[in-house]
């Protein structure tokens, strides 16, 4: 399922609305927002998986490092390394082969949402959790995530334009999830 194109399913077998992608500006705080839907759901008793991210900043306010937190275990997982005296980082391949793994422990569950906090560049690029984030979808999992405005183009292509684009905000968030919870509470009782 990896590679630049789109996702190697049949997207008819694919629910449209199982799939849901949070458009978001730089700007915006999608790191803070997608956590805390993901640990509220955790709290309210939900078998939710993936992964969030959470920014380190240092003394000055700046983003120094980024951390992801496995939703199933609430462990945390560092995915960057220190890229120089400029402050900046860059991805830790390692971390990332931790956060593989806590998303194909999430679908290994059937977990009743998977969470990959996004789709930017380097899942654009092919690389990143591009494959793991396929496979929850090919799965027929609930899946959600981010995509930065930018990656846009780069996400349609992938995903075939099946889906749902969400506002960036929590209502939106949380209207999505009741309908669709709604829907599949249906669909076991039918």
Known sequence: MSGAGAMAVDLADIHADHLAAILYRAEDDIDTLLAEFAMDLRRAGRRIGGIVQLNIKGDGGCRTGMRLTDLMTGSEIDISLPAGDAGSCKLDTGGLAEAAVAVQRAIADRSELVIVN???KQE???????AELADAI???LPVLTAVPEK???AWKEFSGGIGIMLP????????WWQALSRQRAG????
Do not use: M
């Open 187 to 190: 669909a076991a009782v039918a």
């Open 118 to 120: 996004k789709f930017s």
């Open 138 to 140: 090919a799965a027929g």
């Open 151 to 153: 990656c846009l183009d």
């Open 124 to 130: 654009a690029a092919g690389q990143g959790l591009r």
């Open 168 to 175: 960036c905000r929590r209502q939106a968030i949380e209207q």
